[in-house]
């Protein structure tokens, strides 16, 4: 497994504290995109950006906030307003147009 | 709106058996639909794309316009085969992927 990579694979944090999640790929894709996976719900997309520099909200973009400063990385902050952050989060690339989407590991948050 | 419906949330069949994961969609225009599939502890990753018209290990998914349809088959399926399966929906606008809740398939000995 290599291209696209997320860390750290779990992470624990109180109510209240902000959390960034990482998302690196060098597949040289342009297009990038955080979900969130509950139990029942499937994916549900959060933020995505179709190029440096530029993003957009998805279906549940409220208590997050994302940066594409690079090509080739997409964090994740969930602040504090996300009102239940504790989920699963994955990260996903692709080369754009509509295409084959390859996802991350994936990142567990466990908010307490 | 509901754009990829998977009515199923849960799926038993026997070896052998034919299998068929239902994937239902709303989309306007000329969509492009995927089967994902999600093996215990593996990423999530591209089974199959409508538009590639390829079998890939043993399924099909044919895109029914008529019926806004894709569902995913198997004539004979494997123990191998027990997995979650998200259908999904890529419009040609904004870049943006719309998946399905998942059915997760178990595969009986």
């Known amino acids: 497994d290599g291209g696209i990579t997320q860390s750290p694979k779990y992470l624990f944090r109180k109510e209240g504290q902000n959390v960034t999640l990482s998302c690196e790929q060098n597949l040289n894709h342009d297009a990038m995109y955080w979900y969130r996976q509950d139990p029942g719900q499937g994916l549900r997309l959060i933020y995505y950006?179709?190029?440096?520099?530029?993003?957009q909200k998805g279906d549940i973009a409220e208590g997050y906030s994302v940066s594409r400063e690079k090509k080739e990385s997409f964090p994740l902050t969930v602040t504090s307003a996300q009102k239940n952050p504790t989920a699963f989060y994955l990260c996903?690339?692709?080369?754009?147009?509509?295409?084959?989407?390859?996802f991350g590991p994936g990142t567990r948050l466990t908010v307490t | 709106a509901q754009r990829v419906t998977q009515p199923e949330k849960l799926l038993s069949v026997f070896k052998g058996a034919p299998v068929e994961l239902k994937c239902n969609y709303s989309?306007?225009?000329?969509?492009?639909l995927f089967w994902y599939v999600q093996y215990s502890r593996q990423r999530l990753q591209l089974l199959l794309r409508h538009i590639s018209r390829e079998s890939i290990k043993g399924f099909t998914a044919d895109l029914n316009k008529g019926e806004t349809s894709f569902h995913l088959k198997k004539p004979f399926a494997q123990e191998e085969d027990s997995a979650m399966y998200y259908c999904a929906l890529s419009g040609h606008t904004g870049n943006q992927f719309y998946f399905g809740t998942g059915t997760s398939l178990t595969v009986i000995p």
């Open positions: 989309y306007s225009g000329s969509p492009e």
């Open positions: 950006s179709q190029i440096v520099n530029d993003f």
């Open positions: 996903a690339s692709s080369s754009g147009q509509g295409g084959e989407q390859y």
